[in-house]
């Protein structure tokens, strides 16, 4: 089936840095992917939405410079966090549509704990 | 508005019962999906069943079925024996198919499920 690799699975890094997260769609062509924030106990919230070759369409109060978006390719989609604070710690996981012959399904990554220290 | 409701705030549930999670919706369209996704504490997201708005029959996947009432608009989750591993968090979520070919989810806030031994 459909896989969609996300990597690191967890990340520590100090204050002030950036982190880039990525996710791979391995035997399929992504051509959009979601990302979402989930805090602990918490719904998904989406942030944004990637496509390939274009710029990425922000939800309403997300930080664009903030949360960068990168779609370079069918199979990658980079979500960089710049300038990291502590209240960036988080969940986040990518989403990717795909059809199979039953049903428009997602596929999500397994997600990245980003704890900002 | 809220478009999908998840009001319970957590559900315990002893082995070998069954359970059943509730979701209501709204949506103006006539054409839509539902899906339900478990989400263990390793947070990735498992696909557990979906709906389609014109699926006359409601969808069952093994121990799971969805109690699909359109009138009530409602998409209640049904797991049959429940088992320990069960216990996780359960999200009900909407597509709105106007939104496009690659239109997100929606979620809902989610139902921690508790199974008892």
């Known amino acids: 089936g459909a896989v969609v690799s996300q990597h690191p699975s967890w990340v520590i890094c100090k204050s002030g840095t950036s982190v880039k997260i990525e996710c791979r769609s391995l035997d399929f062509q992504a051509t959009t992917m979601f990302w979402y924030r989930q805090f602990p106990k918490q719904s998904l919230m989406l942030m944004a939405t990637s496509n390939e070759g274009s710029k990425a369409t922000y939800e309403q109060g997300v930080e664009k410079d903030k949360f960068l978006i990168n779609h370079a390719s069918l199979t990658l989609s980079t979500l960089t966090v710049t300038s990291a604070h502590p209240e960036d710690s988080s969940f986040y996981i990518c989403s990717a549509p795909h059809r199979t012959a039953l049903l428009l399904g997602y596929t999500f990554g397994s997600g990245t704990r980003l704890t900002v220290v | 508005a809220q478009k999908i409701t998840q009001t319970q705030p957590g559900m315990f549930v002893q082995e070998k019962e069954a359970v059943t999670l509730d979701c209501t919706y709204d949506?103006?369209?006539?054409?839509?999906?539902l899906f339900w996704y478990k989400q263990p504490s390793s947070g990735e997201m498992i696909f557990l069943i979906y709906q389609g708005s014109y699926d006359e029959q409601n969808a069952t996947e093994g121990r799971y079925s969805l109690n699909f009432q359109k009138a009530r608009k409602s998409a209640n989750l049904v797991i049959s024996a429940s088992q320990l591993g069960d216990s996780a968090m359960y999200f009900c979520a909407m597509r709105e198919v106007h939104t496009g070919a690659n239109s997100k989810l929606t979620f809902g806030k989610g139902i921690t499920l508790s199974v008892r031994p």
């Open positions: 949506t103006s369209d006539q054409s839509y999906g």
